[in-house]
């Protein structure tokens, strides 16, 4: 699977939109990009997944760039809810064959303020 | 509907015990898979079972077991238990084939004395 690269630490105003970076220049033709975080002592939450097109759920918008070598994973009015450690993963297309082996890097820790 | 259900969410053991931990899937998912998450070394796969078998295995010794029964539940067995086995034991589910993501439970955390 690709590496990722994500800014270690980011902070948001509450009400603003918080946009977090990841970057994935070795992704290949058959790899998604997913989102995940982990609010302190939960297990992670599954945000969002694409492959090339934008996507949009009632979480989170993912934007990826055309030649899909970075993604940005939007939120769009965060909340002190929101803090959190925020993952992105690259991963093969799912199919018969395809592990569930994710691999996790130091993720961004979140911090939204007041 | 439910989510991933992990038991205990806390154990403390002693060096050289052995412990199970249990993780029961989101209804119809057949694939569980395991992770281990310390301050030092992030999360880290374990392994997965899919329709009681293991399908993958990650880099750690062979005190690090688990399986899976008929109705999708899974197990993971550490024995010998050393102190740096104290850590944050994740499960998580999905369905075996297609795009649909893995599900975490919110862990065992396993301390070791």
């Known amino acids: 699977d690709a590496k990722t690269t994500q800014p270690t630490s980011m902070d948001c105003a509450e009400g603003r939109a918080a946009n977090l970076p990841c970057n994935h220049s070795t992704i290949s033709g058959n790899e998604y990009v997913y989102w995940y975080r982990q609010i302190h002592s939960q297990g992670p939450q599954y945000i969002i997944h694409g492959l090339k097109n934008n996507e949009t759920n009632e979480m989170a918008s993912l934007i990826i760039t055309e030649d899909r070598k970075s993604s940005t994973l939007i939120l769009p009015h965060a909340t002190l809810r929101d803090t959190a450690v925020y993952y992105c993963i690259v991963r093969n297309l799912p199919g018969s064959s395809n592990t569930g082996k994710l691999i996790f890097g130091q993720g961004t820790t979140l911090q939204v303020k007041p | ?113």
């Open chain 2, 1 to 113: 509907k439910a989510g991933v259900t992990q038991t205990p969410r806390y154990l403390i053991k002693t060096r050289g015990q052995q412990v199970t931990l249990s993780c029961s899937p989101i209804s119809g998912h057949r694939s569980v898979s395991w992770y281990q998450q310390t301050p030092g070394q992030g999360l880290q796969f374990l392994f997965e079972y899919f329709s009681e078998t293991q399908r993958n295995k990650g880099n750690f010794p062979g005190r690090f077991s688990g399986r899976q029964f008929s109705n999708s539940r899974s197990e993971m067995n550490v024995s010998t238990l050393e102190l740096g086995d104290s850590a944050l034991y994740l499960c998580a589910s999905r369905y075996r084939q297609g795009r649909q993501p893995q599900h975490f439970g919110d862990g065992t955390r396993l301390s070791i004395l």
